[in-house]
């Protein structure tokens, strides 16, 4: 614990325009918020029926997986709200202001038609989410875990990131064509790779957390349920995979089927960022001191490029 203090005081912060290093007090408030966070999330678990992305706000509640916007012929319609819990339709509605400026400011440039894509790209990961609420029940009531052919069908597209490069496609102009966007919905590999690198580098840093409270079962429990394997040797072949999903990734560069470089560069991105969360099994998500220090190299005191 001492090592990580020490480690910690290394890190600049900013209070109020002034940028120097945490004392030791600012250091054990925030480990003991981190602490109360987790705990409230164990003794809370119904909180984790909703999820949050970076292009909007999806609401999905588990209790009410058969509702409203999340029925299989899943719409785009303010009127789908009336049928939401109270307190998913301030959400839901949020979520629909955000594609209505997108398309306003699109439209300014010629583009608003290719929102289209993004809107179905998030009913997809919508989708998703009420499949995933499915496996919960069957989870908690017969002590069922789907297979990994079936976890990774729909486990990859909950992580958004279809979406979200879809998202970052559209905010790129004319560098991204009709034939690009073609590309992306037909999830060619590099994208099934940089998905593949979130869940599994993500499950395999968080799973015993996640085992405290309702959750779907990770890659790790459906591989050891389905293989007979040890929770290590599991870990060790998502590992792998992991690594073979990068040479996919760069492999993606040399092909001639795909996009131009600035678009396959974005699907890269968004697998550098989870590198950097889950590098070496730690959860820099939930746990983001380093997070932090690396967001501050950057942001806040960038190395001067001479």
Aim: aromatic share 8%.
């Amino acid at each position: 614990m001492a090592a990580d203090s020490q480690e910690t005081l290394e890190v600049p912060i900013v209070i109020a325009g002034e940028q120097r290093f945490p004392d030791s007090d600012e250091i054990a408030k925030a480990e003991q918020d981190k602490r109360r966070i987790r705990a409230r999330q164990a003794q809370n678990p119904d909180s984790h029926g909703t999820r949050t992305t970076m292009a909007g706000t999806i609401a999905v509640d588990r209790r009410n997986c058969h509702r409203g916007p999340l029925r299989d012929n899943l719409g785009w319609d303010i009127n789908a709200m009336d049928e939401l819990p109270k307190y998913m339709k301030t959400w839901f509605q949020a979520l629909l202001e955000v594609y209505d400026r997108m398309a306003k400011e699109l439209a300014t440039i010629g583009r608003s038609s290719t929102v289209s894509y993004a809107k179905n790209a998030m009913k997809d990961a919508v989708k998703t989410y009420h499949e995933e609420s499915k496996w919960l029940l069957d989870y908690q009531s017969k002590g069922l875990a789907p297979t990994m052919e079936e976890y990774t069908k729909i486990a990859f597209d909950s992580t958004t990131y279809p979406m979200l490069t879809m998202a970052s496609f559209i905010g790129m102009g004319e560098i991204a064509t009709e034939q690009d966007f073609d590309w992306l919905i037909g999830k060619p590999q590099m994208l099934q790779a940089a998905c593949l690198t979130l869940r599994f580098m993500a499950n395999i840093a968080t799973h015993q957390f996640e085992r405290q409270r309702q959750h779907i079962p990770s890659a790790v429990e459906c591989m050891i349920l389905e293989n007979g394997v040890s929770e290590e040797e599991a870990c060790r072949e998502l590992n792998k995979q992991v690594e073979d999903a990068w040479s996919d990734l760069n492999a993606a560069f040399f092909d001639p089927q795909s996009p131009p470089m600035p678009l396959p560069l974005r699907v890269l991105n968004f697998a550098r960022v989870v590198e950097q969360l889950y590098k070496a099994g730690d959860d820099g998500f939930t746990d983001s001191i380093n997070t932090k220090r690396y967001l501050v190299s950057l942001l806040v005191d960038p190395v001067q490029i001479i």
